[in-house]
C-alpha cells in the first residue's frame, strides 16, 4: 500500500501521557505508524519518496482516535429466538426482572449457560459465518477494530472467518462448559467431559497460531465458574502457561453468585480461580463485583485485569457499579480497568456508551469530576484492554510502530461549536452512530458511516436468513414469527 496521511485532526493517541494535539496527523506506511503529532511536524518529515502516491485522508474537524478495543464479548444474535424477552410486546409496562437481575437466578443460569454448549453445534457452517458476519460488522461500524470473544452462541470459526472478511482483529474462544449448577441439587453435576472441552479450545490456539493475516488470536475462556469443573479450570491453567496466552472469566459477577459457589463448590468464586492457579497477570475477571476484601487483595497482588461493561447494567438488572464500589476501587488500587459491551440478543450499548457511562458514574459516585477524565475514559477503551488481552505491542494506542488501528468521529456540528475538549463533548452528546471512518492496519473498512467490503443490505439479508433457519430448524420457533419479521423488514425494499 502507498503511504496513507491522516491529516489535521483532534488528535488523542491514548498514550501513557495522555497528550492532546488539536491540529495532529498520522503517517501511515506499510499498515504501521511511522510519525504522530502535530500536523507541522509530520509534514515536515515527509521525503519525497513518501510524497509520491501519497494518499490523503483528510482529518480536519474530527477527532482522531485508536481503534477501540472491547476485549469482553459475545456474539449472542443467534440466541434472539432462544431468550422469550427477545419477542418482547412493544409496551414495557408489563416488563419483570430478568435472571440477570434481583442478585441474579445463578441456577437458571448456569442451566441455560450449559444448554448453549450443545446448540451451538446445530448451526450450519453458512449460518455461523452470516450471523458472525453481520454481528461483528454492528460492532466494526461503532469504532471497535478489536474483539475479545469470552465464549459466544457460535462456532469460534466462523467468528475467525468473519473477522478475516470484514478486516478487523477479534480474540476468538469457545464456550466451554462441563458442569451446571441445577435447582434443586446441593452440589454441581457434571455435564460433559472436561477433556474434551479442553480439546477444542486447544484445537482452536493451534489453528490461531497458524494464522497469516494479523487479525486473529486465541485465547481460553470460561463462560462462568459455575459452569466449569476443577478439572477444566486446572487443563485451563495448563493451556495458558504452554501457549503463554491470556484467560478470562465472569467471576464474583452477581450478587447470588457467592452463595451458590460456595454451597455448589465449597468455595468463593475469586478463591476457586486462585486455587486453580489462574489467578496471575495474564487473568481478566469481567465483571467482578463481588469479591470479598481478600479475594480483593489476592486480585491485586496478581496484577490481574479487570473488565466490565457499564453501559449494559441498568437495563439488565445488575448492581455491579454501585453495590460495592469495587470497579473504582480495583482502579484506586492501582489495577488495569477496561470497559466492554458484553453481548445480547439485541443490540447493547457500544464502547462510546461505556466511555460516557464510566466517566458519569465514577465522578458521581465520589463526587469528583477529576475521577475519571475524559482522555482515562478513553484509555480505558482503547490502550488498557489491548495490554488485557496481550495485544499491546500491536494496537490501543496511536504510536510510531503500532498497527494502525484508527477511528474518526466529525466533531464540528453543533455539540462542538466553541469547545476546545471535543473528546469531551463526543462524551456528553456523542455516540456509537457518530463513528465516520474506521481504519485497520491502514486500510480503511469504513468510510463515512459506510463498510467499504461488503453491501450492508446483503449483509442483513444474510443474517435475517441464517436466523430465520436456525431458529425454524433448531429451536422450534414458529415459522410464521420468521416469517414476517423478515417480510416487515424488506417490505419497503421490495416496494421500492
Sequence with gaps: ????????????????????????????????ITAAGPTAQVEAAL??????????????????LPGLVNPHWHDMFATRFVFKGAQRPPHDRDDKPAFMALGGDIQQISTL?????????????????AIARY????????????????????RPEALATAAR????????????????????????????????VLTRIEALLRACERDT???????????????MTDELGAGFAELVRRYDVPFATHVGALRNEVEVMAAYYGTTPVRRFAELGLL???FTAVHCAFADHEERALLVDARSHINFSPAKYGPAGESTLTETRAMPEFRRAGLDVSLSTDGAPMPVGGMAEAMRAVWQTFNEMYADPTEVLPTDALAMATRLPAKGLGWSGEIGSIEPGKQADL??????????????????????????????????????????????????????????????SFSVRCLGVDPDLVAERTRRRYTKERDD
Design 1 to 32: 500500500m502507498s503511504a496513507l496521511l491522516v491529516r489535521g485532526g483532534y488528535l488523542y493517541p491514548a498514550d501513557v501521557g495522555a497528550h492532546v494535539v488539536p491540529d495532529g496527523s498520522v503517517l501511515i506506511e506499510g499498515g504501521r
Design 47 to 64: 521525503t519525497p519518496e513518501h510524497r509520491a502516491g501519497l494518499r490523503v485522508l483528510d482529518a480536519r474537524g474530527k477527532l482522531v
Design 113 to 129: 449457560f450449559d444448554s448453549f454448549y450443545d446448540q451451538i453445534e446445530l448451526l450450519t457452517a453458512e449460518e455461523a459465518v
Design 135 to 154: 454481528s461483528m460488522w454492528t460492532q466494526l461500524r461503532s469504532g471497535v477494530t478489536t474483539l475479545g470473544d469470552v465464549g459466544s452462541f457460535n
Design 165 to 196: 472478511e470484514l478486516g478487523m482483529r477479534c480474540s476468538v474462544s469457545t464456550w466451554a462448559s462441563d458442569a451446571v449448577c441445577a435447582p434443586g441439587d446441593t452440589r454441581f453435576r457434571r455435564t460433559r467431559d472436561a477433556d474434551t
Design 213 to 227: 493475516s494479523g487479525l486473529v488470536r486465541a485465547r481460553p475462556t470460561s463462560v462462568y465458574g459455575v459452569n
Design 280 to 282: 496471575t497477570d495474564r
Design 407 to 468: 477511528v474518526l468521529v466529525p466533531a464540528d456540528d453543533w455539540r462542538y461549536l466553541l469547545n476546545t475538549r471535543p473528546l469531551e463533548g463526543f462524551l456528553a452528546l456523542g455516540g456509537s452512530m457518530d463513528v465516520d471512518t474506521v481504519v485497520v492496519a491502514g486500510r480503511t473498512v469504513v468510510r463515512d458511516g459506510r463498510c467499504t467490503r461488503f453491501d450492508e443490505e446483503r449483509l442483513e439479508a444474510d443474517y435475517l436468513r441464517a436466523i430465520g
